[in-house]
């Protein structure tokens, strides 16, 4: 089994900061790509920003030059630094995992965290 868990979010004013972490617990072979999702009420869930395991990153154009993912895979952890925070980035955060199993044959899957609310507010 694999686990997914975001952490991290909170109440932040505008302008302000906060650091998600997703981290990863479990039997996998690799994890080949790491993501972030959001979903606001209403809205249809985006992706935010993903990182491979070589180091290519894809971000949103809304976020683009505020956040910023990174992934620390000894400890098969990513972050997702939000800064320059807006009142539009409140949404639930969610960490997506594209991990390979261990066993053959080798199949890779998407695995989900329960997800971060992220409250932009003054």
């Known amino acids: 089994q694999v686990q997914v868990v975001e952490s991290g979010g909170g109440l932040v004013q505008p302008g302000g900061s906060l650091r998600l972490s997703c981290a990863v617990s479990g039997t996998f072979f690799s994890i080949n790509a790491m993501g972030w999702y959001r979903q606001a009420p209403g809205k249809q869930r985006e992706l935010v920003a993903e990182?491979?395991?070589?180091?290519?990153?894809n971000y949103a154009d809304s976020v683009k030059g505020r956040f910023t993912v990174s992934s620390d895979n000894a400890k098969n952890t990513d972050y997702l630094q939000m800064s320059s925070l807006k009142p539009e980035d409140t949404a639930v955060y969610y960490c997506n995992v594209r991990a390979v199993t261990s066993d053959y044959p080798r199949r890779e899957y998407d695995y989900w965290g329960q997800g971060t609310q992220v409250t932009v507010s003054s």
């Open positions: 990182i491979s395991n070589g180091g290519r990153t």
